[in-house]
């Protein structure tokens, strides 16, 4: 395998990676964040798929009436908070993640870029007890940028730093922002089915690859 990283077939010299969904599994920390606001708001809790859809529709930047039936400003800072402050404990890598980021590591430079509203470091210092900071040269949060994705700011700004050209870079995400600031910045996207959205609405975005998890990146870049 490390043999066949070296002709990387695609060119890569960068791979921009969102982090929930994509590296790491943040259902148990949508749920807890979503039933502690619900009790602090003494309102009716959110429970089955309509808990995965808070974060969903934050990310399209849709609104939560139909989920969340009063006190939606409220209700929302208060789930926030929590999800900034459990993610530490509540997340954990996906299955092979360690593994495929040391081979792809090898041959390109590898960043984060997500939609958090935290510090960097916050977000380093929970990489670093999955063992997974090593492998990235450079991690890019919404406090970075003033337009968070699907804007292609963070991730321009991300590759200038890198010192790549954006051509030479993939997008890899869970969701259709991803695809999106992928697009917009002018680097190819993987799209991955890890996270919320489905294969039919990743579709829609047509990215350039759209494969099962971040396990089978190395068989698109070797």
Do not use: W
């Not at 003494?42 to 039936?69: F, H, M, Q, Y």
């Not at 789930?79 to 993610?87: A, H, I, N």
């Amino acid at each position: 395998m490390n043999a066949n990283l070296d002709k990387n077939k695609l060119g890569l010299k960068g791979i921009l990676f969102d982090l929930d969904g994509t590296l790491v599994d943040s259902k148990k920390a949508y749920t807890y964040s979503a039933k502690k606001a619900c009790a602090k708001l003494r309102c009716e809790s959110v429970v089955g798929s309509s808990v995965l859809e808070i974060p969903r529709k934050l990310e399209l930047n849709l609104p939560l009436t139909d989920i969340v039936a009063k006190d939606v400003s409220v209700f929302l800072k208060i789930y926030l908070k929590t999800y900034y402050e459990v993610t530490k404990t509540k997340t954990y890598p996906l299955p092979g993640v360690a593994k495929t980021l040391e081979m792809l590591s090898q041959n390109a430079k590898l960043a984060l870029v997500t939609m958090r509203f935290v510090p960097k470091e916050q977000v380093i210092n929970e990489l670093s007890q999955f063992g997974l900071s090593k492998y990235f040269a450079h991690v890019v949060t919404a406090l970075d940028t003033s337009k968070p994705k699907p804007s292609p700011e963070a991730l321009i700004n991300c590759v200038r730093t890198l010192g790549v050209q954006m051509c030479d870079c993939i997008m890899v995400g869970d969701s259709v922002s991803d695809v999106r600031a992928g697009k917009a910045a002018g680097a190819r996207t993987v799209a991955v089915l890890s996270g919320l959205f489905s294969r039919q609405e990743l579709f829609a975005e047509k990215p350039d690859f759209i494969i099962k998890d971040v396990t089978e990146l190395p068989r698109i870049v070797t």
